[in-house]
């Protein structure tokens, strides 16, 4: 593994955008033309599960999903890079209204030749990850 593997480089900072609530770095992250699905498929942010396709829709995601949450926490068991993408297995901790969640699945970005994001796709269950659901 390459610690400066761009698209390592580029998902670390995304995760440290969000877990900071950097919403400007975060966006500065992405592609003019890049998606983010999180969760993949139809879920509550996105009811058709075609995900979240230019800055001006990945900037509406951030304030439905991010910005709302009290802390975001990623706790990675692995990492695997291949070509322009890497993928992390673990959780997504999340405190939001007086609660715990987390949410393990599968986390993969992807980058563009100038280390900008084009996918950030979160793999993980809803109804899973809502009967993790405790007091914080």
């Not at 761009?6 to 003019?32: H, I, M, N, Y």
């Not at 498929?41 to 001006?56: L, V, Y």
Request: with cysteine; glycine share 10%.
């Amino acid at each position: 593994m390459s610690a400066d593997h761009p698209a390592r480089v580029a998902a670390l900072a995304s995760q440290a955008c969000a877990r900071t609530k950097d919403k400007d770095g975060w966006l500065a992250l992405f592609a003019e033309d890049g998606c983010v699905e999180d969760p993949v498929g139809p879920s509550g942010f996105d009811p058709e599960g075609k995900g979240h396709h230019g800055k001006e829709a990945i900037a509406r995601f951030y304030d439905m999903a991010i910005a709302k949450t009290d802390s975001i926490e990623f706790i990675h068991n692995d990492s695997f890079q291949c070509g322009n993408e890497i993928v992390f297995t673990g959780l997504i901790r999340t405190s939001i209204g007086g609660s715990i969640i987390d949410a393990e699945g599968v986390f993969t970005y992807r980058v563009n030749d100038e280390g900008k994001l084009l996918n950030l796709r979160a793999f993980w269950e809803v109804d899973r990850a809502m009967k993790t659901a405790r007091p914080a």
